[in-house]
């Protein structure tokens, strides 16, 4: 298994990173299989399998009960497992508690935190639990932000290079950036010694992250623009609809599928 040092080592030599998201036991299975980099638990988990409206409904039990799940279909790969919203913010006795439940039972290699909650990257470094950090688009506040472009005026910009440097002297091992100008990206990327993970952030960065299902193309909700489609799984629902009609006219099962009564000295599969 890759660990940290490994993927400092790989932003050094120019190599890139790739990570995609799992969160069940098959489809971690397919990504290690795939030879992806790393894996993140997401909590895109709300939206993309569990059918919430956002990210904000998934909670700390969710994202255990996924990332358990996930480590035992992919346990060569490193996982990141994200802290859903509400486990971060209220107290940091609370986010602590948080932190270290999330790390402790999932046995994922890093957590990951949105927004500039350096304190709390701060503590957990100071205890042991590598952090991811999240800037620009953060979807657990879309309540405030939507899901808009971020860091696209001079001043956002400069605020943004300042939290990411910020999230870096907090001693997170990683930084992913959501939705923000390519050329932003490229330059805090640069600035950095952490890897740089974008997602819609452009070619520079130092890696890719994208959505499990949106990768394979699983149902037809609108993808944002960052999206591209390698796979086609929407063809489920036609295989689904053949096994329907097959049972409705009495096709399957047939012979091929279908056991017989034991004849002694006879051999029958
Ligand atoms: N399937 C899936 N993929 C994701 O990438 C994803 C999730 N779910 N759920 C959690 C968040 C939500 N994300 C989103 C959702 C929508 C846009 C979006 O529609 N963005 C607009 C930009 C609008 C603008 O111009 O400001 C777009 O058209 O891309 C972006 C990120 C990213 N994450
Ligand atoms: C989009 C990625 C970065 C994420 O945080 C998620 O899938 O939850
Ligand atoms: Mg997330």
Known sequence: MKNIKDLMEMKHDGIKLSMVTAYDYPSAKQVEAAGIDTILVGDSLGM??????????????????????????APETFVVVDMPFGSVGASMQDDMKN???LYRTTHAQAIKIEGQHFELIRKCQQIGIPV???????????????????????????????DAKR????GAVMLVLEAIPSDLAALISQT?????????????????????HD?????????????????DFSTGVQ???????????????????????????????
Not at 198 to 210: E, F, H, K, N, S
Not at 215 to 231: A, N
Not at 240 to 269: C, S, W
């Open 215 to 231: 990768v394979l193309q699983y149902g037809t909700e609108r993808k944002p623009k960052f999206v591209k489609i390698y796979g």
């Open 48 to 73: 993309t399998v569990l059918g919430y409206e956002s990210t904000v409904s998934v909670t700390l039990e969710d994202m255990i009960h996924h990332a358990r799940a996930v480590r035992r279909g």
């Open 192 to 212: 950095l010694t952490i890897p740089v993970i974008g997602i819609g952030a452009g070619i520079d960065t130092d890696g890719q992250v994208l959505v499990y």
């Open 132 to 162: 991811v950090s999240h800037l620009g688009l953060t979807p657990q506040s879309v309540g405030i932000m939507g899901y808009s472009v971020q860091a696209q005026s001079e001043e956002t910009a400069r605020q943004l290079m300042n």
């Open 239 to 269: 295989s689904l609809k053949q096994f329907h009609e097959e049972v409705r006219n009495g096709q399957f099962p047939d012979e091929t599928y279908t056991y017989q009564i034991k004849v002694l000295g006879e051999h029958n599969d």
């Open 99 to 101: 932190a270290i439940k």
């Open 167 to 170: 999230a870096e002297a907090a």
